[in-house]
T-cell receptor
Framework: GAVVSQHPSRVICKSGTSVKIECRSL??????MFWYRQFPKQSLMLMAT?????????EQGVEKDKFLINHASLTLSTLTVTSAHPEDSSFYIC??????????????FGPGTRLLVL | LAKTTQPISMDSYEGQEVNITCSHN???????ITWYQQFPSQGPRFIIQ???TKVTNEVASLFIPADRKSSTLSLPRVSLSDTAVYYC???????????FGAGTRLAVHP
């Protein structure tokens, strides 16, 4: 299957600082990218959807000024958590949709980024 | 709101076949049924995707009846490493969003 990478895999930051998480589709062009958040023992919660070159669409309750999403190319999307606070500590997972070598469209997920805000 | 319903948890033993059934009564014509596996602190891993009848790959089979209102993921001869959460989702491509439900927590015992 197709590969989606995320960087960093884990990050610890001080409250009030900003953190950027990168998501790349390595062997296919992603028509759409998604960002999810997952708290312990819970399922994934969709935060936003982004298409290359256009503004992201945020889910209800997700602050767009706090979670800045940039989808600069068909293979790269970034999520910036601005002025992070301890309650933003979570597991952030990106996902990319596109066609891999089988030409069938599906959605693949990155390995996730563990964010801890002190 | 998730469009699928699965059992919250299942238990099995090494070497057994495990079948996880998912209900999707309101499946749309252009929806594909997609299953993911997730281990703790990892992103979901794509397992299998199908539209109708039966799909098989190197790790699982997916059975879909004619009315497509349910589907069954079959894992042959599970091992301890198959202990994970399994999610059933409906995927229709384009701008359709994948909304996750609670998934099925499978525990494989020695």
């Amino acid at each position: 299957g197709a590969v989606v990478s995320q960087h960093p895999s884990r990050v610890i930051c001080k409250s009030g600082t900003s953190v950027k998480i990168e998501c790349r589709s390595l062997d296919f062009q992603a028509t759409t990218m998604f960002w999810y958040r997952q708290f312990p023992k819970q399922s994934l919660m969709l935060m936003a959807t982004s298409n290359e070159g256009s503004k992201a669409t945020y889910e209800q309750g997700v602050e767009k000024d706090k979670f800045l999403i940039n989808h600069a190319s068909l293979t790269l999307s970034t999520l910036t958590v601005t002025s992070a606070h301890p309650e933003d500590s979570s597991f952030y997972i990106c996902s990319a949709r596109g066609r891999d070598s089988s030409t069938k469209e599906t959605q693949y997920f990155g390995p996730g980024t563990r964010l801890l805000v002190l | 709101l998730a469009k699928t319903t699965q059992p919250i948890s299942m238990d099995s033993y090494e070497g057994q076949e495990v079948n996880i059934t998912c209900s999707h009564n309101n499946i749309a014509t252009n929806d594909y049924i997609t299953w993911y596996q997730q281990f703790p602190s990892q992103g979901p891993r794509f397992i299998i995707q199908g539209y109708k009848t039966k799909v098989t790959n190197e790790v699982a089979s997916l059975f879909i009846p004619a009315d497509r209102k349910s589907s069954t993921l079959s894992l042959p001869r599970v091992s301890l490493s198959d202990t994970a959460v399994y999610y059933c989702l409906l995927f229709s491509g384009g701008y359709n969003k994948l909304i996750f439900g609670a998934g099925t927590r499978l525990a494989v015992h020695p």
